[in-house]
């Protein structure tokens, strides 16, 4: 079988037997070997009996969500290609040519783009159509480089075995944006083709929450893209952390306007230390997706396999607690000298603060070689490391 077009469900009744009549005549016109596959997220008006009474074949989505219906329907799917849809009568199901077009011709994923192709009056509110999803897709664009205009457009059509492999576990809206996001990910092939958005008929409110769906969408990007969330903002912290050292270990710096001292001192030591978490954070992050599959091997890191490796990341965290810990004793020793009086804050704080922040920034990257090494104990004892 060639195509399925699948539409997930819930209480869908008024609108779900024209959605499928529609999809089956386009199947009848275009002469394709297809289905269409209704799966069901738990309806209680007859949604089912009203899909099977008009040419669908039904399929149960034990789990509740916009992914988890659309997980159980792409499981039970038949077809090669999969294009899927709302069954709200929001999308036009007998005008899928250009999507199976693309397909055909080697697609692996075809979003449809609902700016280009049109949007009726009241078919999207307002905060959606220029604020959510504008955003939400150009966040995509950028995390991720798709030239995708439309991250968040429910019809779409993909092939079945290539987004099979990709493992999607999201239950929720943020569904939609995992598919891209991991398809992306891992080189598959995505084109864009215009769509139609219309109103849904079905007379009650969306599924879909503004503000509660549009943060998961923001959540699982950032999440799932750590070099936005914790690489480059602690590269920029750990930059700036480390010039002001640099700056102000020779003394204050005095300008006709500025004055930076010991004190601005401590604030490089806190940036410092922030800006190594964060880096470490996304290092973390990336590592465990490569061994949970969820993410392919990144090149730099089958690159650094021969000589980068948690011994090696343990024994510089060391050597760093080390070197402030023979500064914070030469200090000491300075202080003994004085009979373990006061000390000019401004000199010897000079030093101090560096000292401190070398051993934090040192059992911070001990700490984290060792939590990676955890984790790859832990995913080999599983037989799933690489």
């Known amino acids: 079988m060639e195509l399925t077009i699948l539409m997930p469900c819930l209480n869908e009744a008024k609108t779900v037997q024209d959605c499928v009549r529609s999809a089956r005549a386009y199947l009848e016109r275009a002469a394709i070997d ?18 099977e009474a008009a040419g669908a074949r039904v399929v149960h989505a034990p789990q509740r969500g916009y992914g988890a219906a659309l997980m159980a329907g792409i499981e039970g799917a038949r077809g090669t290609y999969v294009i899927m849809g709302d069954a709200d009568c929001s999308y036009d199901f007998s005008r899928l040519d ?3 077009e693309r397909l055909r011709a080697g697609a692996d994923l075809v979003m449809g783009n ?119 903002p602690g590269l920029f912290l750990l930059a700036v952390g480390l010039t002001g050292f640099l700056a102000l270990l020779a003394g204050p710096i005095q300008t006709s ?25 996304a290092f973390l992050t ?18 650094s396999r021969g000589f980068v490796s948690i011994e090696l990341g ?22 003994r000298g004085t009979g373990f009086g006061r000390l000019d804050p401004r000199e010897h704080m000079r030093w101090a603060i560096p000292a401190v922040t070398l051993m934090v920034v040192g059992m911070q990257a001990a700490a984290g070689s060792l939590f990676a090494g955890a984790l790859r104990a832990m995913w080999t004892s599983r037989g799933l490391a690489p």
């Open 314 to 335: 343990l024994i510089l965290g060391l050597l760093l607690v080390a070197a402030g810990f023979a500064s914070s004793l030469a200090l000491v020793f300075e202080w």
């Open 257 to 281: 306007v500025l004055g930076l001292d010991i004190h601005s001192m401590l604030y490089m030591a806190g940036a410092t230390i922030l800006g190594m978490q964060l880096v470490q954070l």
């Open 114 to 232: 609902r700016f280009r192709g049109g949007i009726e009056e009241g078919a999207m509110p307002f905060l959606h159509r220029y604020l959510g999803n504008p955003v939400l897709s150009f966040i995509g664009r950028l995390f991720f480089r798709v030239p995708i205009g439309d991250f968040h457009c429910g019809l779409r059509g993909f092939r079945r075995d290539a987004i099979q492999r990709l493992s999607l576990v999201t239950p929720g809206m943020e569904f939609a944006s995992e598919m891209v996001a991991k398809a992306a990910l891992v080189d598959l092939r995505i084109e864009e083709v215009p769509t139609t958005l219309r109103p849904d008929e079905r007379g009650r409110p969306p599924h879909l929450r503004t503000w509660r769906d549009g943060w998961r969408h923001l959540r699982f990007l950032m999440l799932f893209c750590p070099r936005w969330l914790f690489l480059y």
């Open 34 to 51: 297809g289905e269409v596959l209704v799966s069901d997220n738990g309806s209680t008006d007859g949604s089912q009996a009203l899909a």
């Open 286 to 303: 990336k590592w465990m997706g490569v061994l949970a599959r969820v993410v392919p091997t990144p090149r730099w890191l089958d690159r």
């Open 98 to 100: 250009a999507f199976v």
